[in-house]
């Protein structure tokens, strides 16, 4: 019960949330949490959990990092906002473009600054589009992305997500953008079929749409090295060293998001790393600040950056940019947490102990409602049988989520899949405290069904 001019009650009566049902929002509320630390956060009631999601998978560096206060203290108080329009720039966002220019895996030429991962994407379409203009080939617009990724909510970027929420009721997917095979194998493969052939068709799967629609007019494909919110979908051996050439051979651009996977997650600095991929835009965020600060970033390869030069010069205008791109705190924030990043080798870090999470979260299959546990690194998910509760799918994922919050844990059900990305500095120890917390909840589910 929300108690009368509580948080609670205040929340269900001003506030919309995102990827809530209203109406139940009404009737239950919000948790609200007061503060953090490390790995945890706090309630206003003063109950303490772990952030097993690292807040929306981002937190990388953990709640409570002084040095991001003061690295945003300083900012504001030298010069709390200034804009990157029109030849104007400042320090901030020249260093954290050079930074992230010479970070990254593959060669690119250039950083362009949004605030939010959606924003990254939708700014890839709209570069990959005034490209194709330059370029002489309009009838280049046509971008591909899968099934069950996640890309974002602005209407272009949440045309590239391939989930039904963000499509249904939104009159969404745009025409331009389509959709590919997802590339669980559980779930898509065909009877028979090896892990080794449906990675392959899955190659298949997108050149046969290439050709149908013309490779005339595809202009690029976009994807998660691993797939996150759409239920942590790790790809089969083969599938990018399958999918890469197909590319390749009709002179697609490939953007990898790596809003999730980038800054250490997957055990590389990059997912682009881990699977040897050759992108030729990458989208960033989260991690980037650690959510400490919203900003987000698309790097560009010189490929992408030479016909959109020519093109802003012919025309006399690149026509996009937001008030906060690179905005001044923000860059200095993101400096700051890729500087801790970089020196406690957190990606270092993850290597050491993403054996105990992955042994730990592959464990949890002894649960009977477990039917599949799936990683790499520090992400992970654990599948349920939604059967168990003889209900609609995610009905017995939130029913665990509520579970795994009473016990002290937060963690995210996407349907039925129960998703543990947590902060890149968890410890050992606190490994086995996260996943103690769910072997308990999992099993107290059970026992009530
Ligand atoms: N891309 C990926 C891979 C994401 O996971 C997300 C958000 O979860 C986004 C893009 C969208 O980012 P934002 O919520 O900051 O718009």
């Not at 945003?72 to 020249?94: N, V």
């Not at 010069?313 to 001044?328: A, E, N, R």
């Not at 020196?343 to 870090?349: F, K, N, P, S």
Request: with cysteine; aromatic share 8%; glycine share 8%.
């Amino acid at each position: 019960a929300q108690l009368p001019n509580s948080l609670e009650a205040r929340d269900t009566a001003f506030q919309l949330h995102s990827y809530a049902d209203a109406r139940r929002q009404e009737e239950t509320g919000a948790l609200v949490i007061e503060k953090g630390e490390g790995i945890y956060v706090e309630d206003i009631n003063g109950k303490r959990y772990i952030e097993g999601m690292a807040g929306l998978w981002s937190v990388a560096v953990g709640f409570g990092e002084k040095r991001l206060v003061d690295a945003a203290a300083r900012q504001m108080e030298k010069l709390p906002y200034y804009h990157t329009f029109t030849y104007k720039s400042h320090g901030p966002s020249i260093e954290l473009a050079e930074k992230l220019v010479e970070m990254a895996p593959v060669p690119m030429s250039k950083a362009y600054f949004t605030n939010s991962g959606s924003e990254a994407n939708d700014t890839a379409i709209k570069l990959i589009w005034y490209r194709s203009n330059a370029l002489g080939q309009p009838e280049r617009k046509k971008i591909i992305s899968r099934v069950r990724g996640y890309h974002g909510v602005t209407i272009a970027s949440a045309s590239l997500t391939g989930l039904p929420n963000n499509h249904r009721s939104f009159d969404l997917p745009l025409p331009q953008i389509l959709h590919t095979t997802c590339p669980h194998y559980r779930t898509m493969k065909k009877d028979g079929e090896s892990e080794a052939d449906f990675a392959k068709r899955c190659a298949q799967d997108l050149e046969d749409l290439i050709l149908a629609e013309g490779p005339e007019t595809i202009a690029a494909f976009f994807a998660e090295p691993v797939m996150g919110a759409g239920g942590v979908v790790v790809p089969p051996d083969g599938y990018w060293e399958a999918v890469q050439p197909v590319l390749k051979k009709y002179d697609i651009l490939f953007v990898a998001d790596e809003v999730i996977c980038g800054f250490g997650r997957t055990g590389n600095m990059f997912g682009t790393e881990t699977y040897n991929l050759q992108p030729d835009m990458m989208t960033l965020s989260k991690a980037l600040s650690s959510s400490y600060q919203p900003i987000s970033a698309l790097l560009i390869n010189d490929t992408v950056y030479q016909p959109i030069a020519d093109e802003s010069h012919k025309i006399g205008v690149l026509g996009h940019g937001y008030t906060g791109s690179g905005h001044p705190v923000a860059a200095a924030v993101a400096l700051e947490n890729l500087k801790i990043i970089e020196e406690r080798d957190l990606v270092g870090h993850v290597r050491a102990i993403a054996p105990t999470f992955q042994k730990r979260l592959a464990g949890l299959t002894e649960n009977p409602l477990v039917i599949e546990t799936r990683g790499i690194g520090l992400i992970g998910a654990a599948e349920l049988s939604h059967e168990a509760l003889a209900a609609t799918p995610g009905a017995l994922g939130a029913k665990t989520n509520a579970m795994f919050h009473d016990k002290g844990l937060i963690s995210r059900n996407m349907l039925d899949a129960m998703a543990f990305c947590p902060p890149l500095i968890i410890t050992e120890a606190q490994v086995n405290e996260l996943f103690d917390i769910a072997e308990a909840g999992l099993k107290a589910v059970q026992e009530s069904l």
